[in-house]
T-cell receptor
Framework: EPEVTQTPSHQVTQMGQEVILRCVPISNHLYFYWYRQILGQKVEFLVSFYNNEISEKSEIFDDQFSVERPDGSNFTLKIRSTKLEDSAMYFC??????????????FGPGTRLTVL | GENVEQHPSTLSVQEGDSAVIKCTYSDSASNYFPWYKQELGKRPQLIIDIRSNVGEKKDQRIAVTLNKTAKHFSLHITETQPEDSAVYFCAASPPNYGGSQGNLIFGKGTKLSVKP
């Protein structure tokens, strides 16, 4: 069964550094998402992406964040200047509305980002 | 925007008993309500979902009910087993008026413990 994949599984960085988190969505999916989950808390929406542009973004997704689909397979989240509070698990998800209007979002395994 | 409340935050049951988790949502336009199971350190996995044109859906030991008027939905797990122990998240998906799929707004999660 196809799965969303993410790399790296764990990223440790110094405060102020830039990080890029990578995701490979399921190949025929059209909608892509980033969520984050601070340890022990709920999953929070960051941004959705469709047709090569951002569809929606939350208040968390400020100017320090950007997303890109640099080629036909990868979907990336960039944090320009990391802060301590950016430490969290970042999940990528993808979905394909299709003819049946299925809304299921498939989540990747996550990247644990630790900012020191 | 959409807000999802989830109760209880922790739930402990004996193996074989039933477990019920309840969620309420605020945006009457939300039209898709998935439930995710998350084991420690793992990705959220969809276990069941319901759309707003359906009142109840069942899949073996798991069922979800939706009351659109009251804006609440519930997860029911019967004949619980120790492997059901995990954190369960409900979510609501308001439609995106730009035309793409709506994002998921999650509840805070319920930690279910099933004691053998």
């Amino acid at each position: 069964e196809p799965e969303v994949t993410q790399t790296p599984s764990h990223q440790v960085t110094q405060m102020g550094q830039e990080v890029i988190l990578r995701c490979v969505p399921i190949s025929n999916h059209l909608y892509f998402y980033w969520y984050r989950q601070i340890l022990g808390q709920k999953v929070e929406f960051l941004v959705s992406f469709y047709n090569n542009e951002i569809s929606e973004k939350s208040e968390i997704f400020d100017d320090q964040f950007s997303v890109e689909r640099p080629d036909g397979s990868n979907f990336t989240l960039k944090i320009r200047s990391t802060k301590l509070e950016d430490s969290a698990m970042y999940f990528c998800a993808s979905s394909d509305r299709g003819l049946a209007g299925v809304d299921e979002q498939f989540f990747g395994p996550g990247t644990r980002l630790t900012v020191l | 925007g959409e807000n999802v409340e989830q109760h209880p935050s922790t739930l402990s049951v004996q193996e074989g008993d039933s477990a019920v988790i309840k969620c309420t949502y605020s945006d009457s336009a939300s039209n898709y309500f998935p439930w995710y199971k998350q084991e420690l350190g793992k990705r959220p996995q969809l276990i069941i979902d319901i759309r707003s044109n359906v009142g109840e859906k069942k899949d073996q030991r798991i069922a979800v009910t939706l009351n659109k008027t009251a804006k609440h939905f519930s997860l029911h797990i019967t004949e619980t087993q120790p492997e059901d122990s995990a954190v369960y998240f409900c979510a609501a998906s308001p439609p995106n008026y730009g035309g793409s799929q709506g994002n998921l707004i999650f509840g805070k999660g319920t930690k279910l413990s099933v004691k053998p």
